[in-house]
């Protein structure tokens, strides 16, 4: 029995076989993307997914016949708030963007659905092997490199072009980074105390927390972590790496746990894993850079979208629009008010826009998403 499928923007026709499972989740999170009502979609044969009779396609949409052509691969990770970027960024054909967290390629998929080039960058390796694959149909218009973020300009430089029409920053980590015991993120799973979202350099977070001094590892835990129990959880780390070096995720959220109570479902160790994430992959610094070069590398036009996940972000991603975006500055000494210098663009969103509930209910992670815009008006 042939059936369609939905993706953002496209339909992908299939044949389905009675032992064939779908993710449901992947599946979720198409048919949110596309708005479609509940009723519209049918669990098959008690397969846990969700299916589109082909009857039931809509007209207004494009169909793209692609025999046997779902797509093979995991989920890597669920986009959040995918139609507010598209209704910010306005891609069209003929647009170019930078997608500086490519992730696992859900949000350059839609751009590029609606015709627009994309040039994206990821620290992660796996990031990019991964949506290179997911996006190989696009050709040309799809350039995936590994490179920070902070230094897109060198990306954009090599490639001849001298301004974007727009980017995009989904901070944070992927679901997949999360997910993978391996990579050391998560309190969940035990692994190595690692948490580098660029695998092959920098310092881990067990060399962090087994080698900086107890001063540099409550600033951690103060700053990045906004962990009011700083010092008692420093000390309980000092004293065991007296003892023995930390080398898995297990042995901190040991440590944590023994000197903190647990409050209802969440884990005592949830702070200082975050703030040791933030300090391994240099987080603020790196996306402060970024904004700050914004304007310059913004066509006339152009507009950025900044989605954040915890309020030092949605910090520095508020205060550096706000920045650009006013006209004049005044100080009590002032004689009079100053044009800023800086002055460059117009905030899209005076507030940060959040994910509705119907989106929430899907995905989870959405539930602390913030997004910005802004756009480049001189
Ligand atoms: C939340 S995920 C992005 C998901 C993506 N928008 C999607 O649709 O799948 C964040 C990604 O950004 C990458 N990342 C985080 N900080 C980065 C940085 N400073 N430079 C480059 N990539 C970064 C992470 O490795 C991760 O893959």
Do not use: C
Request: negative net charge.
């Amino acid at each position: 029995m042939t059936f369609a499928i939905a993706f953002p923007h496209i339909f992908r026709r299939f044949t389905a076989t009675p032992n064939r499972v779908f993710e449901s989740q992947l599946i979720r999170e198409y048919s949110w993307a596309l708005s479609m009502d509940a009723n519209r979609l049918k669990v098959v044969n008690g397969m846990d997914a969700f299916l589109m009779q082909e009857g039931s396609v809509r007209e207004d949409e494009n169909v793209i016949g692609n025999a046997g052509g779902i797509s093979t691969l995991p989920l890597y990770h669920q986009p959040v708030l995918t139609s507010e970027v598209l209704h910010y960024l306005q891609p069209e054909k003929d647009k170019i963007f930078l997608d500086g967290t490519l992730g696992g390629g859900g949000h350059s998929e839609s751009l590029l659905n609606a015709g627009a080039d994309v040039i994206a960058l990821d620290q992660d390796v796996e990031a990019l092997n991964y949506a290179r694959t997911r996006l190989s149909g696009f050709g040309e218009r799809f350039t995936a490199h590994q490179k920070n973020f902070r230094e897109f300009p060198e990306v954009l430089k090599s490639a001849g072009i001298s301004g974007v029409d727009g980017m995009l920053l989904d901070i944070g980590v992927s679901s997949h980074q999360l997910n993978d015991p391996a990579r050391g993120f998560s309190f969940m799973h035990d692994g190595p105390l690692d948490m580098r979202m660029n695998s092959s350099e920098g310092r881990t977070a067990a060399d962090i927390i087994n080698e900086d001094s107890v001063e540099e590892l409550e600033r951690i835990l103060r700053e990045y972590g906004e962990e009011w129990s700083f010092r008692r959880i420093v000390k309980a780390i000092a004293e065991r790496r007296e003892i023995k070096a930390f080398s898995s995720t297990k042995d901190l959220v040991d440590v944590v746990s023994s000197v903190m109570p647990r409050h209802g479902k969440v884990n005592p160790a949830t702070l200082t894993f975050q703030a040791l994430r933030i300090a391994v992959n240099d987080e603020l610094a790196a996306f402060t850079d970024f904004m700050n070069l914004v304007p310059r590398w913004l066509n006339p036009g152009g507009r950025v979208v900044v989605i954040s996940f915890h309020s030092l972000e949605d910090r520095i991603a508020k205060q550096s629009l706000l920045r650009f975006s006013t006209e004049w500055n005044d100080r009590p000494e002032w004689p009079e008010p100053r044009r800023n210098p800086e002055y460059s663009m117009r905030l899209l969103t005076r507030k940060p826009v959040e994910a509705t509930a119907a989106e929430i209910k899907n995905n989870t992670r959405a539930r602390s998403a913030k997004l910005r815009a802004a756009e480049k008006s001189i």
